[in-house]
Nanobody, 123 residues
Framework: QVQLVESGGGLVQAGGSLRLSCAASGRTFSVYSMGWFRQAPGKERELIAGIGWYDGNPYYADSVKGRFTISRDNAKITMYLQMNSLKPEDTAVYYC????????????????WGQGTQVTVSS
């Protein structure tokens, strides 16, 4: 079992920036992928960024490409999401997730979840 705890959400104006963090604990040796999902009201949860835990290769959904940057610190077992040029449509609950097969670019890869953190972007 992997435990994930997100932090860093909040309220920001359009055009602003936020940085989310996700700290992992427990059976972290089984983690090969980590990713960020988001779910806006009335919409399905979507994978917006993923990273191969050992090679650091990133994946981005088109909706965030060029604005968001995913990274990780293997020593701290922590993943980050730097969000720049935020838009009102980025408003959602953001979830950290982990997977054990290495397909960091696939939503189906992920089977451990954090509790979520709210990001609200005002216009």
């Amino acid at each position: 079992q992997v435990q994930l705890v997100e932090s860093g959400g909040g309220l920001v104006q359009a055009g602003g920036s936020l940085r989310l963090s996700c700290a992992a604990s427990g059976r972290t040796f089984s983690v090969y992928s980590m990713g960020w999902f988001r779910q806006a009201p009335g919409k399905e949860r979507e994978l917006i960024a993923g990273i191969g835990w050992y090679d650091g290769n990133p994946y981005y959904a088109d909706s965030v490409k060029g604005r968001f940057t995913i990274s990780r610190d293997n020593a701290k077992i922590t993943m980050y999401l730097q969000m720049n040029s935020l838009k009102p449509e980025d408003t959602a609950v953001y979830y950290c997730a982990a997977g054990s097969k290495g397909y960091y670019f696939r939503a189906s890869e992920y089977n451990s979840w954090g509790q979520g953190t709210q990001v609200t972007v005002s216009s």
